[in-house]
C-alpha cells in the first residue's frame, strides 16, 4: 500500500494563480482532511469529508475549495493564491471520522510570492 | 471552543536524559480523545497514542508513557534515556467524539543532542 500520496511536493504561485494539491489514499478510509502547517501555530483543518460526496469547512477554509468524488481521491483547491497562502499542506485520511488515528501525507510545501 | 497549548516551543537534551513534554488542552465536552504525533525532520506525521477521556491509565510504551490527568486537562509525554533519534517536532491534539474538528498544539520542537 502506498498510504496516502500528495501531489506536487513543491510548489511557486504568483498572486493570483489557481492550482490543486492532490491527494490519494489506496485505504479504503472512509475520512480525509487537509491542513496546512505554520510555523508556531500548529496544523490547522481546512476541509474534510467523511465520505464519498460529503465534504464540509473546517477551522481555516477561506480561499480553499474541495471536492471528493471518489473514496480514494481529496483533491484541494485554490481559487486565487495569495502570500497569506504560503505554507505546508498536509492531507490526511482515516478510517472513519474522528476520533480515529489518521494516517498523513508527506505534505506539499507551497510558496506564494 | 477546543484548544490545546503547548507552553514549551522548544526543548533541548542531551542523550539519555528523561524529558516531558508538556500538554493542556481545553474543552467543553465530557467525551473527547487525545493524540500525540511525532514530526522527525524528513516531514511526515507520525501518530504515537489515542487516548480517550474515559481512560486516565497512564501508558507506557517502551521508553515512551503518557500521563492523562483530567483534573488538571493536562496529557504530559515523557521520553526516558532520550535518544538522538527522538529529535522531532512532537505534536499533542484533541478531538471531540462527535465532531470532526481536531484541534493541534502548536508542537514541541525536541533536540536531542550526543
Known amino acids: 500500500n502506498a498510504g496516502v500520496t500528495q501531489t506536487p511536493k513543491f510548489q511557486v504561485l504568483k498572486t493570483g494563480q489557481s492550482m490543486t494539491l492532490q491527494c490519494a489514499q489506496d485505504?479504503?478510509?472512509?475520512?480525509m482532511s487537509w491542513y496546512r502547517q505554520d510555523p508556531g501555530m500548529g496544523l490547522r483543518l481546512i476541509h474534510y469529508s467523511v465520505g464519498a460526496g460529503i465534504t464540509d469547512q473546517g477551522e481555516v477554509p477561506n480561499g480553499y475549495n474541495v471536492s471528493r468524488s471518489t473514496t480514494e481521491d481529496f483533491p484541494l483547491r485554490l481559487l486565487s493564491a495569495a502570500p497569506s497562502q504560503t505554507s505546508v499542506y498536509f492531507c490526511?485520511?482515516?478510517?472513519?471520522?474522528?476520533?480515529?488515528?489518521?494516517?498523513f501525507g508527506p505534505g506539499t510545501r507551497l510558496t506564494v510570492t | 471552543a477546543q484548544k490545546v497549548t503547548q507552553a514549551q516551543t522548544e526543548i533541548s537534551v542531551v542523550e539519555k536524559e528523561d524529558v516531558t513534554l508538556d500538554c493542556v488542552y481545553e474543552?467543553?465536552?465530557?467525551?473527547?480523545?487525545l493524540f500525540w504525533y511525532k514530526q522527525p525532520p524528513s516531514g511526515e506525521l507520525v501518530f504515537l497514542i489515542r487516548?480517550?477521556?474515559?481512560?486516565?491509565q497512564n501508558e507506557i510504551s517502551g521508553r515512551y508513557s503518557w500521563n492523562f490527568q483530567k483534573s488538571t486537562s493536562s496529557f504530559n509525554f515523557t521520553i526516558t534515556a532520550s535518544q538522538v533519534v527522538d529529535s522531532a517536532v512532537y505534536f499533542c491534539?484533541?478531538?471531540?467524539?462527535?465532531?470532526?474538528?481536531?484541534?493541534f498544539g502548536a508542537g514541541t520542537r525536541l533536540t536531542v543532542k550526543p
Open positions: 487516548r480517550n477521556s474515559f481512560d486516565e
Open positions: 491534539a484533541l478531538s471531540a467524539i462527535n465532531n470532526n474538528d481536531m484541534r
Open positions: 485505504m479504503n478510509h472512509e475520512y
Open positions: 474543552t467543553r465536552d465530557t467525551t473527547y480523545y
Open positions: 490526511a485520511s482515516s478510517f472513519l471520522a474522528a476520533p480515529y488515528e489518521q494516517y
